[in-house]
């Protein structure tokens, strides 16, 4: 009869596999790979489907070809599911630092600063895996006995690599904070429906080691459920909700809010205090985006720039006067001359009557666009 133990723990990892194929086909983007978001929740899904088939391959190894300690190929069976283990940790360290990156880039929409971010974050991460080496060495009972240290060393590889886990899903989690500390964007557009799922998975698995090393009470319930890729497919699934209604109201190229955005979220840009005392239309054909820094560079603080198509973008800001937007125009078209010497921009402003709606007003920006 199988053991029911060993049963909970097949179910859970092939809901981690259903869930992930099951998002990957029925979405046409995730299966063309047409967009960047596309390609990383992608490579993320494919990636946990892996690890979860990885665990459900070494709990058959390990249960069908089990040797007592002291027999004949005991220590040789050891060794193997210990470097199982370690790959398996491996793959899950891709699926961590793939969502890591992928976070950084859907909120910042740079590939050059997600670079920096996380040659930034090596240090940290080296530090943070030679503490481990240290902390488990000092609870691992016979780490230096004979027969013991090879499979040990090996075990404590595949530890750094949760460790490191644990490291970059912290990293993630604090770059959706901040990026949520000003203006938030309306909840079903927000990127952090992952966090509830993921810090469950990692808290019952970070849990169970500590159980396991006799640092905390042990608890059958705890001990017997393996739910790090599962939290980890639900957090895939409600993260692609989210970037697919986000596909109507962000540009995927610049990140920006486009015009559905400006046109049907009127009453939450008032609640939410978005800038609408003055709006300024800038167009720059062919400039492929070059645009953006540059109107960056020069906006006021409490602005907000939205992309509306074909290189034109609109800057929402407080109430200013004729004098202070002229002086904008005239900063936004040096700037873009000193960046791109073949660079034109045109630009149109408006501003915002006393009287005048919040909707009203968006509707002429949107009709000044064109």
């Given at each position: 009869?199988?053991?029911?133990?060993?049963?909970?723990?097949?179910?859970?990892?092939?809901?981690?596999?259903?869930?992930?194929?099951?998002?990957?086909?029925?979405?046409?983007?995730?299966?063309?790979?047409?967009?960047?978001?596309?390609?990383?929740?992608?490579?993320?899904?494919?990636?946990?489907?892996?690890?979860?088939?990885?665990?459900?391959?070494?709990?058959?190894?390990?249960?069908?070809?089990?040797?007592?300690?002291?027999?004949?190929?005991?220590?040789?069976?050891?060794?193997?599911?210990?470097?199982?283990?370690v790959a398996r940790e491996m793959v899950a360290l891709q699926v961590v630092v793939g969502w890591n990156l992928y976070v950084d880039y859907?909120?910042?929409?740079?590939?050059?600063?997600?670079?920096?971010?996380?040659?930034?974050?090596?240090?940290?991460?080296?530090?943070?895996?030679?503490?481990?080496?240290?902390?488990?060495?000092?609870?691992?009972?016979?780490?230096?006995?004979?027969?013991?240290?090879?499979?040990?060393?090996?075990?404590?590889?595949?530890?750094?690599?949760?460790?490191?886990?644990?490291?970059?899903?912290?990293?993630?989690?604090?770059?959706?904070?901040?990026?949520?500390?000003?203006?938030?964007?309306?909840?079903?557009?927000?990127?952090?429906?992952?966090?509830?799922?993921?810090?469950?998975?990692?808290?019952?698995?970070?849990?169970?080691?500590?159980?396991?090393?006799?640092?905390?009470?042990?608890?059958?319930?705890?001990?017997?459920?393996?739910?790090?890729?599962?939290?980890?497919?639900?957090?895939?699934?409600?993260?692609?909700?989210?970037?697919?209604?986000?596909?109507?109201?962000?540009?995927?190229?610049?990140?920006?809010?486009?015009?559905?955005?400006?046109?049907?979220?009127?009453?939450?840009?008032?609640?939410?205090?978005?800038?609408?005392?003055?709006?300024?239309?800038?167009?720059?054909?062919?400039?492929?985006?070059?645009?953006?820094?540059?109107?960056?560079?020069?906006k006021p603080m409490d602005a907000e720039i939205f992309s509306l198509g074909k290189d034109e973008y609109l800057v929402m800001a407080g109430?200013?006067?004729?004098?202070?937007?002229?002086?904008?125009?005239?900063?936004?078209?040096?700037?873009?001359?000193?960046?791109?010497?073949?660079?034109?921009?045109?630009?149109?402003?408006?501003?915002?009557?006393?009287?005048?709606?919040?909707?009203?007003?968006?509707?002429?920006?949107?009709?000044?666009?064109?």
């Amino acid at each position: 009869m199988i053991d029911m133990g060993l049963l909970k723990f097949i179910i859970t990892k092939a809901l981690a596999i259903v869930f992930v194929l099951a998002l990957i086909f029925s979405d046409g983007h995730l299966r063309r790979r047409d967009t960047v978001e596309s390609k990383r929740i992608f490579q993320i899904a494919v990636l946990i489907a892996v690890a979860a088939f990885f665990d459900m391959f070494i709990t058959w190894v390990d249960w069908t070809f089990y040797v007592e300690p002291g027999e004949k190929g005991a220590l040789f069976h050891a060794i193997f599911i210990a470097l199982l283990n370690v790959a398996r940790e491996m793959v899950a360290l891709q699926v961590v630092v793939g969502w890591n990156l992928y976070v950084d880039y859907a909120i910042f929409h740079s590939y050059e600063h997600v670079q920096k971010k996380f040659k930034k974050s090596f240090i940290p991460a080296v530090i943070i895996s030679v503490i481990f080496i240290v902390v488990y060495m000092a609870l691992t009972e016979g780490f230096f006995y004979e027969g013991f240290q090879t499979v040990q060393a090996i075990a404590a590889f595949g530890y750094i690599c949760i460790a490191l886990q644990v490291f970059y899903l912290i990293n993630a989690i604090q770059i959706v904070l901040k990026a949520h500390k000003g203006r938030k964007p309306p909840s079903f557009l927000r990127l952090d429906a992952f966090l509830v799922p993921v810090i469950l998975g990692f808290f019952i698995y970070l849990t169970q080691i500590l159980m396991q090393y006799g640092l905390l009470p042990f608890n059958r319930i705890l001990m017997q459920n393996e739910v790090r890729d599962l939290c980890l497919a639900i957090a895939v699934v409600l993260t692609w909700i989210s970037v697919r209604n986000r596909y109507k109201y962000v540009d995927p190229v610049t990140g920006l809010y486009n015009r559905e955005f400006l046109s049907s979220m009127n009453e939450y840009m008032e609640k939410s205090g978005y800038p609408n005392g003055i709006g300024i239309c800038f167009k720059a054909p062919g400039s492929e985006g070059k645009l953006i820094p540059v109107l960056n560079s020069i906006k006021p603080m409490d602005a907000e720039i939205f992309s509306l198509g074909k290189d034109e973008y609109l800057v929402m800001a407080g109430p200013q006067s004729q004098g202070a937007i002229r002086l904008l125009i005239k900063a936004a078209t040096l700037r873009a001359s000193e960046t791109d010497s073949s660079m034109k921009v045109e630009s149109s402003y408006a501003i915002r009557q006393k009287e005048e709606s919040p909707e009203a007003f968006t509707n002429r920006l949107l009709t000044l666009a064109g």
